[in-house]
């Protein structure tokens, strides 16, 4: 199973690849098998030919002695007729010969040191068998000795009259030193010619892997960059390959129906922002209403010419009326900032300047300001900078319950890696852990007066800036915001 893993982790391109050279590996592996066992049946096939020849040939030449001797042609006088020619047919055909009466006794053998005495071993009586009932009345005993395969023919020696009168055995040791040396070359020239197409294998491997795997890597990469929130471009190459066509043309057709789906969505998303934004509008327009209604009922109810106090109810009538103006405007200004943001106005200025600038305008003395050096030049929009800072200053020590006893904010602004790092931490209340993921969202507020639109208007412009801006919490420990922006000079 972990080969098997293994093995489907590996891509397409280096699976053609490597089936092309295991295919290379085992053909050669297959014709050097092919080869040794064709040789070594040529070498056993050679053998056995030729051992017959030999036996043809001597016994040819044992039946011309025996037609020509001058003793009777009888078992007993074998030893006599083949007592000197015997040597002479082993010379001729160079071959040892050997002659045995029927019942397998030893009666002559072309070996020089060779004596016959009591010891001498018989045929065995199995072989004897076998030569008496086989149809040609032979028989070939194969042996392996100290490795070395030996052969042995036994035959029947027969007068003019095809009368049994002895047997003749024939030793043959192989000798494949020819073959085996013609096996050697020719397995070093299979390795070479092999070695050469391993080598073209591997090429073409590379290149067939490659291109059938071009358009593929094409249509992966396509499909990596696809995305919702953008404009997704079509493949247009044409395969070679039906099934990689119809694979582009899938992939083409799902554009086409992203680009659908992403349209309604964004359509649907604005309509739903919208619809979102008219509710708060309105639901914060209506608060002020609200009071302002009751203020001129009361006015209209008790409304009275002569009452000496007619100037001051129409200063608190009117001082009421204008709070709650000034209300609506408020909440007027804060979607209006929301919608649109202003223009960037960037300039070369002094991160650690403005940001001191800044924090001038809070009066609370646990505000502590740090920085690693004193000047961090970045160009930037002045206003945007300051309204980061006090938003995040403000909604600090904002989280900060009155009655706490230790209070502290620390903004701090150091440079890293060509980004100006910005961070505001407060030991206040912390962020509930189901609020956390709602914290920038337009409209959201924990607390119990605001529009909840100050962090989603800095977080645009943050990212406007191609920055981050990201937060740590702790219930009850207080949060740190940080925010990166890039440094351009």
């Not at 982790?9 to 297959?30: G, N, P, T």
């Not at 003019?160 to 040791?173: S, T």
């Amino acid at each position: 199973m972990f080969k098997n893993f293994k093995i489907s982790m590996l891509s397409l391109r280096i699976r053609i690849f490597l089936s092309m050279i295991v295919l290379v590996l085992i053909a050669s592996i297959l014709m050097a098998s092919i080869s040794i066992i064709q040789f070594k049946n040529e070498a056993k096939d050679y053998h056995q030919e030729r051992l017959e020849r030999k036996e043809m040939a001597i016994k040819a030449h044992i039946n011309y002695v025996l037609s020509n001797t001058t003793y009777p042609l009888t078992a007993n006088n074998l030893a006599l007729i083949f007592k000197d020619k015997i040597h002479e047919l082993a010379q001729i055909h160079n071959l040892e010969i050997n002659i045995y009466s029927l019942d397998g006794r030893l009666l002559k053998s072309s070996k020089a040191s060779f004596s016959i005495d009591k010891v001498s071993p018989p045929i065995p009586k199995y072989i004897l068998k076998l030569v008496q009932s086989s149809i040609e009345k032979r028989y070939v005993d194969i042996k392996n000795i100290d490795g070395v395969k030996n052969r042995s023919s036994y035959s029947q020696i027969k007068d003019e009259k095809f009368k049994p009168l002895g047997i003749l055995n024939l030793p043959y040791v192989e000798d494949d030193g020819f073959y085996e040396t013609e096996l050697q070359n020719f397995l070093i020239r299979l390795g070479q010619v092999y070695g050469f197409m391993l080598l073209i294998a591997f090429a073409l491997a590379y290149f067939l892997s490659s291109y059938i795997t071009k358009s593929l890597k094409t249509i992966s990469d396509k499909i990596n960059e696809t995305n919702l929130n953008q404009i997704n471009e079509k493949i247009v190459i044409e395969a070679n390959s039906k099934e990689i066509n119809l694979l582009i043309n899938a992939y083409n057709g799902m554009v086409d129906k992203l680009e659908e789906s992403a349209t309604k969505l964004a359509q649907s998303e604005r309509e739903q922002a919208w619809r979102e934004m008219a509710k708060q509008v309105a639901h914060e327009i209506k608060n002020p209403l609200t009071p302002m209604r009751l203020t001129v009922q009361s006015f209209q109810r008790k409304f009275d010419a002569n009452d000496p106090e007619l100037k001051q109810k129409l200063n608190d009538y009117s001082k009421t009326l204008i709070q709650q103006i000034d209300t609506m405007s408020s909440v007027a200004s804060a979607f209006s900032n929301f919608a649109s943001m202003p223009a960037q106005q960037n300039e070369t200025l002094n991160v650690v300047n403005i940001v001191e600038l800044a924090l001038d305008i809070f009066n609370e003395d646990y505000i502590v300001f740090e920085r690693d050096k004193e000047e961090i030049i970045a160009k930037l929009d002045r206003t945007h900078l300051i309204r980061i800072i006090t938003n995040l200053v403000k909604n600090a020590t904002q989280s900060i319950p009155e009655e706490q006893e230790e209070k502290f904010v620390l903004v701090t602004v150091r440079e890293a890696e060509n980004n100006v790092i910005i961070s505001v931490k407060d030991n206040g209340l912390g962020i509930e852990t189901e609020n956390i993921e709602h914290v920038f969202e337009p409209k959201f507020t924990t607390k119990t007066s605001g529009m909840g639109l100050g962090l989603g208007i800095i977080k645009n412009i943050i990212e406007n800036y191609k920055g981050t801006i990201t937060f740590e919490t702790k219930l009850g420990k207080g949060t740190t915001f940080i925010v990166t922006l890039p440094i351009v000079k």
